[in-house]
């Protein structure tokens, strides 16, 4: 859904529409958006649930001085945030504390965050008094094969089998091909709503 809201946050930060005819923000988008799947991994070990864009989600940038510092996707039908990202260079500055306030000021009801929160997001949504959306089943289903799919691509294709053989795990996936299976998720999600 194509998005051409702007509001201002704070002085020099604004909450701006993701546009995907545009280049540069498409290209900032799934540059994040991998970037938020890995870091998911590292921090849980699989996929993360959510997407940056679908024909349901609001899509808007955090943009500090005119730099892409996050984005957030917005289910306006469930009042609920699918995802808000910060990169880590922009993090400890309340950027994501001001654009929540913002939307859930302009929310006819109280936002919620959808579920699984990461812990920095548990705390915000408690400081900020926001409600906890969790997701629909065939949300969690889709995710899941999502999962299945990318784990079989990665035990099909991987060539780091000593893995186990050096004190690794045998049985989890190799953390290289999985990053790598992680970026080609994330063009092809992107790419769907492009």
Not at 29 to 42: A, G, Q, R, S
Request: proline share 4%; charged share 30%; hydrophobic share 35%.
């Amino acid at each position: 859904m194509e998005n051409d809201m702007a509001m201002q946050l704070a002085e020099n930060v604004t909450l701006e529409g993701y546009v995907s005819s545009k280049g540069s923000d498409l290209a900032s988008l799934k540059e994040m958006y991998t970037d938020y799947l890995i870091e998911e991994h590292e921090r849980i070990g699989e996929l993360a649930f959510g997407s940056p864009v679908a024909d349901y989600l609001v899509t808007s940038f955090i943009r500090r001085d005119g730099a892409n510092a996050g984005f957030v996707s917005l289910d306006w039908g469930r009042r609920s945030v699918e995802l808000i990202y910060v990169r880590p260079e922009h993090r400890g500055q309340g950027l994501a504390k001001l654009a929540l306030t913002e939307l859930d000021r302009i929310c006819p009801t109280t936002l919620a965050l959808k579920t699984p929160l990461s812990p920095g997001g548990e705390a915000l949504c408690t400081e900020l008094g926001l409600g906890r959306a969790d997701n629909f089943p065939d949300e969690e289903a889709k995710n899941e094969e999502a999962l299945r799919i990318i784990g079989e691509g990665i035990k099909g294709t991987c060539q780091h089998k000593s893995k186990g053989r050096r004190g690794g795990d045998p049985r989890k996936l190799c953390k290289r091909c999985y990053h790598k299976a992680l970026r080609r998720y994330a063009d092809a999600v992107i790419a769907k709503f492009a």
